[in-house]
């Protein structure tokens, strides 16, 4: 690593980053203090930005579900991963709209910049390439997840994500900011998150939920997460985070 570059960031995508690799894009990135509900990019608008979390910051993909401008999460980016031009050149506009869900440190390339570093080193190309095959594999999964798997079981496997990103045993979010995650109405999430309460899994705070049985809530939970990290991990070893959360 040349002196003049910065120290690597909590950000487990850039970590498997080669020191010449490295010095491409640090000296390009900005760090950004960011409020959850900040979005980072529209859908519509060009992507211009790419993103890295660091630590325990994350960012949602939300789609449009109806016209009367309802949204869902359709996944969730955190320290293993990128948001934005990472995928693309920046001259198409963003499908879905990104919104900080974790307050915290993110890093900031403009993406015009990652493209020239990239035409500079094909390592890097090949980085974004396997990273760009994660990133498809978890949006497929989350899709099948959706599909197949009941409102409590993603619940259960949505905590244990975030508690695990965050490396925390409390995961800032309300109610209604739940039911959005999960594309469900209030109604429902409020069921479960009574069940999940009155098994002992978990408790809840004014906009906070804390995780007090870990091992009851992955029973409960599908094995999404699991299949998702599996495929990071041949890919990319090393980079998403363990499934499990920490001990609470």
């Not at 040349?2 to 950000?11: F, G, I, V, W």
């Not at 790419?50 to 969730?76: L, M, Y």
């Not at 949505?158 to 900011?177: K, M």
Request: glycine share 8%; net charge negative.
């Amino acid at each position: 690593m040349a002196q003049s570059d910065p120290p690597r960031p909590d950000n487990l995508l850039l970590s498997r980053l080669g020191p010449d690799d490295w010095h491409l894009i640090a000296r390009h990135l900005v760090p950004h203090q960011l409020a959850a509900g900040h979005v980072l990019q529209k859908s519509g608008e060009d992507v211009v930005q790419t993103w890295f979390p660091c630590g325990g910051a994350s960012a949602g993909f939300r789609a449009w579900i109806d016209g009367d401008g309802r949204t869902v999460d359709v996944a969730a980016i955190g320290r293993e991963g990128a948001i934005g031009g990472i995928v693309s050149n920046g001259h198409i506009p963003a499908y879905a709209t990104t919104e900080v869900r974790d307050s915290g440190l993110f890093l900031a390339i403009r993406t015009a910049q990652l493209e020239r570093a990239k035409l500079d080193s094909l390592a890097l190309r090949h980085w974004v390439a396997r990273y760009s095959d994660c990133l498809v594999a978890q949006l497929l999964q989350n899709s099948a997840c959706n599909a197949a798997h009941t409102i409590r079981q993603r619940a259960a496997r949505w905590l244990l994500a975030a508690a695990a990103r965050g490396d925390a045993c409390e995961v800032p979010l309300t109610q209604e900011q739940f039911a959005a995650i999960l594309g469900v109405g209030r109604t429902f999430v409020t069921r479960t998150v009574q069940d999940l309460r009155q098994a002992g899994l978990i408790e809840t705070r004014r906009g906070v939920f804390v995780l007090r049985d870990v091992d009851g809530l992955q029973a409960v939970s599908c094995d999404c997460s699991d299949h998702i990290a599996a495929h990071f991990e041949t890919v990319m070893a090393g980079v998403y985070p363990a499934a499990q959360a920490p001990e609470c």
